[in-house]
Every structure is written in C-alpha cells, then in structure tokens.
T-cell receptor, first 116, second 119 residues
Framework: GAVVSQHPSRVICKSGTSVKIECRSLDFQATTMFWYRQFPKQSLMLMATSNEGSKATYEQGVEKDKFLINHASLTLSTLTVTSAHPEDSSFYIC????????????FGDGTRLSIL | AQTVTQSQPEMSVQEAETVTLSCTYDTSESDYYLFWYKQPPSRQMILVIRQEAYKQQNATENRFSVNFQKAAKSFSLKISDSQLGDAAMYFCAYRRGDAGGTSYGKLTFGQGTILTVHP
C-alpha cells in the first residue's frame, strides 16, 4: 500500500486563490520531504527540500513567497501556492524517505492544480 | 552538480520483445545510487529498479535489468518480454550516497523516455 499520501489529488480554483497541498508519510517518520513540479511529458523539477522543524531549502528560481512550505511534524509537509495564477497550473508531487538513507524515496500520487 | 541525461525522448517496442533505454550521468562522487522510475498515465511514480554504485553486479528485477558501467557513467535499462502494461514514461535518477546534510535523499532526474508498446 501507499506509504506517502498526498492530498488533494485534483484542485480547480480561481486566479488569486491560495491552495494548500498536503504530503504525509504514513508509516514512517520523514525528517526530509521533497516537492517537485512536473509539466506534461516533461521531467520532475525539484522545487524545494522540506526540513522538519526548520526552513525549507528552495531551488534556484523558485519563489519562496509564492510556494510556502511548512514541515511542522515528522509525518506532514505542506505546500501552499499563494495567490495562484494560471501559470502556476501544473502537476505537483512530493516524496519522502525513511531514515535509512539507502532506502529509496516514496512518492505521493501527485496533485493536479488548475487555475482558471 | 550532478546531471542525468536520457537521450531518447521516445522509444517503441513490440509486445514480447526486448527494449533498452539509455541513461548517462555525470558526477564527481564515488558513493551514489541510481534508479529507474516508471510513470504510467496515472502519473504515479513507481520504482522499477535501483543500483548501488559500489556494487559491480548489475541489478535485476524479474523482466527488468540494468547495464551499469561505472567508468563510462552509463546506466541503461533493459526490459525483456515487453508487456502492454510497460507503456509509460521512464525516468533515470541519481542520488548521492552521503546521508548527511539537507540534500539527503534528493533525486536528480533525467528528461525521461516515453515508451510505447505495440500489440
């Protein structure tokens, strides 16, 4: 079964709305989670690394004030797209790994965000 | 910085036949992991196979096997006896082996290869 749960799976909202996406590790503690963005038929682009109890580390070119990340517990990270606009429409996907670094990352099922 | 290159945007194969997807990477590190992920139309990311850089033996998982050439920094995926369900986008990914620091677990992906399986 799924070890990383991402919610919601699909969001359609009006321009200017803020949207929160949740990523939960179900049966393990994840000190680090990752948020990716993916356009159709393209690769996953890492947006930021979410660190439990501290600030997220953003990749170059990603607006920190636009994409707010909170990792308040060892099992939950949230990505909030603030004042979303049509160009923010995309597929967002999170991943998390167990504390044993040799284990692979587990991915959530992704969130398809459509801004009208 | 590490880079991963998949030079085949699209590939096709007949059902029951064999296909090989290419991947090359660039790194200065000696300890790392390599992965192949499959992303079907549902867009779930499914781990297909992984290889530890320190292991000389090529990893295999049922019909999936890799050809890991560390000196050449090449990591190709061979799919034998292809099935219709293998149709998906395939991503090669790199992860450093160092457990420390905030980059722990960070994956670097290739551009992806869309695989079509013909009946």
């Amino acid at each position: 079964g799924a070890v990383v749960s991402q919610h919601p799976s699909r969001v359609i909202c009006k321009s200017g709305t803020s949207v929160k996406i949740e990523c939960r590790s179900l049966d393990f503690q994840a000190t680090t989670m990752f948020w990716y963005r993916q356009f159709p038929k393209q690769s996953l682009m890492l947006m930021a690394t979410s660190n439990e109890g501290s600030k997220a580390t953003y990749e170059q070119g990603v607006e920190k004030d636009k994409f707010l990340i909170n990792h308040a517990s060892l099992t939950l990270s949230t990505l909030t797209v603030t004042s979303a606009h049509p160009e923010d429409s995309s597929f967002y996907i999170c991943s998390a790994g167990r504390a044993t670094y040799s284990q692979p990352q587990h991915f959530g099922d992704g969130t398809r965000l459509s801004i009208l | 910085a590490q880079t991963v290159t998949q030079s085949q945007p699209e590939m096709s194969v007949q059902e029951a036949e064999t296909v090989t997807l290419s991947c090359t990477y660039d790194t200065s590190e000696s300890d790392y992991y390599l992965f192949w992920y499959k992303q079907p139309p549902s867009r779930q990311m499914i781990l297909v196979i992984r290889q530890e850089a320190y292991k000389q033996q090529n990893a295999t998982e049922n019909r999936f096997s890799v050809n890991f050439q560390k000196a050449a920094k090449s990591f190709s995926l061979k799919i034998s006896d292809s099935q219709l369900g293998d149709a998906a986008m395939y991503f090669c990914a790199y992860r450093r082996g160092d457990a420390g620091g905030t980059s722990y677990g960070k994956l670097t992906f290739g551009q992806g290869t869309i695989l079509t399986v013909h009946p």
